[in-house]
Structure formats: C-alpha cells, structure tokens
Nanobody, 115 residues
Framework: QVQLVESGGGLVQAGGSLRLSCAAS????????MGWYRQAPGKQRELVAG???????DYADSVKGRFTISRDNAKRTTYLQMNSLKPEDTAVYYC?????????WGQGTQVTVSS
C-alpha cells in the first residue's frame, strides 16, 4: 500500500509562486506514475500534471508553461512548482499515485491565490 502526504500549500498573491511536495511511503516509488490533481469549489477534480516512472510529463493546457512537475526517486517525493499563479488556480491540490490496480490519494493541500 502507498501512503501520500502533500505539503507546501498556502496563500499567495497573483503572479507569485508555490512549490508543492508529495512524500510517498510504501510501494516501489520509481515505478509509480505520479500526478497532481486539483478541485475547486463546485467543480470536478481535474488532472493538473503527471509524471511517469520514466520521467515523461503531461500538463493540463491551463497550466502549461507555468507549472512544472518533477520527481526525486531517492527521496520518494514528487514536486509541483507553480509559477505565475492566477486566482483561477485556487483549489485543493491532491497528489495521486498509480500503477497496475493501485490508485492512491493524498489528503490534499489548499492553494489560494488572491487577486
């Protein structure tokens, strides 16, 4: 079983930056496909960025060029660097790990961007 703990959320002004971290315990981290999702009030959870065990990345169109996902397999941690933040980026951000039938979620961290 994989357990995920997110950190790094907070309140930031528009145009600012935050870095989210997701620490994983259990499982073989290097083979996990890691993802960051977000859910704003009244909206469905959406994929923000993903990174495979091999390092291939994918981004939602709304964050391309502003957000960067990365991973450090030695530290069993996934990061989401968020730059040029906008008020519409305000949401609870969740870390996700997938491989085969495993689909694990963290508890979420709040990101609030003020205008």
């Amino acid at each position: 079983q994989v357990q995920l703990v997110e950190s790094g959320g907070g309140l930031v002004q528009a145009g600012g930056s935050l870095r989210l971290s997701c620490a994983a315990s259990g499982g073989v981290f290097s083979i996990l496909t890691m993802g960051w999702y977000r859910q704003a009030p009244g909206k469905q959870r959406e994929l923000v960025a993903g990174i495979t065990g091999g390092g291939s990345t994918d981004y939602a169109d709304s964050v391309k060029g502003r957000f960067t996902i990365s991973r450090d397999n030695a530290k069993r941690t996934t990061y989401l660097q968020m730059n040029s933040l906008k008020p519409e980026d305000t949401a609870v951000y969740y870390c996700n790990a997938k491989v085969a039938r495993l689909d694990a979620w963290g508890q979420g961290t709040q990101v609030t961007v003020s205008s």
